[in-house]
């Protein structure tokens, strides 16, 4: 089964709505990860359709403005986690600090390892928005995330090809997804696993029996797509 395990909707800063991109997915034979940004309802409306195989997740920010993504067994976990963990910990009311918490890195790390979710490290090397580095001297409990994302459709080959180094130093199962921001992008990475249920994806993602496919965005093709976001945000709702 293929899986793209990173995609975004209307409800942070992606423009496909939940019909939309269910729609998409099951015609394409597809499972989904959804993982909005520091937002759920997406993810809870997405697990309530019946037909396709949705992961349940979330990219939370950091106050460094690193990213992490989570992956949970159930959408009732997710709920317990975003109500009690993230809810109050948005930063809401300044320019592009939505995409960002209070939360430290390393504290969201260990939080997250107290949840019945995967934490990945998603494109950690995206120089676009500075993202700075996940070394260990910078995250000294690194080791607890269970993979890194090395194929990520909207950023650059050099920036994924840093990342794939960075989990073969790891040691860490290598994830792959589109990242997509619109229907049109769905699908342009993900990862290819025997498991069909979200318990044997999940399962299999920490186990490394996975294979990451995909590509990356060109940069012409990835400035699209951030303009296409940043308008959206701009217009009025």
């Not at 697990?47 to 920010?61: A, K, L, R």
């Not at 300044?94 to 430290?104: A, H, L």
Request: hydrophobic share 35%.
């Amino acid at each position: 089964m293929f899986i793209d395990t990173h995609v975004h909707t209307k409800y942070s800063d992606g423009t496909g709505s939940i019909q939309n991109i269910l729609k998409n997915a099951k015609k394409r034979g597809i499972g989904l990860a959804i993982t909005d940004h520091n937002v759920i309802k997406g993810a809870v409306k997405a697990v309530q359709h019946n037909g396709n195989t949705i992961i349940p997740g979330i990219e939370v920010g950091t106050v460094e403005n690193r990213h992490v993504s989570l992956l949970f067994y159930n959408a009732k976990e997710l709920q317990e986690f975003y109500n009690k963990e993230i809810e109050n910990k948005r930063i809401k009311d300044k320019w592009f600090n939505w995409w960002r918490t209070t939360i430290p890195t390393v504290e969201l790390i260990d939080t997250a390892t107290q949840y019945n979710c995967l934490i990945i490290a998603p494109h950690p090397y995206n120089r676009l928005f500075t993202e700075k580095n996940w070394s260990p001297k910078k995250i000294p409990n690194i080791k607890k995330i269970h993979a890194i994302e090395t194929i990520n459709s909207a950023v650059t080959p050099q920036s994924n090809s840093i990342a794939k180094r960075f989990a073969e130093k790891l040691n860490k199962p290598q994830t792959a997804g589109s990242d997509a921001h619109n229907i049109q992008n769905i699908g342009k990475a993900g990862i290819l696993t025997e498991g069909s249920t979200i318990n044997e994806i999940l399962e299999n993602i920490k186990k490394g029996k996975i294979t990451p496919k995909g590509l990356s965005f060109n940069p012409f093709e990835y400035y699209l797509q951030c303009q296409t976001v940043v308008v959206k945000n701009i217009l009025p709702k």
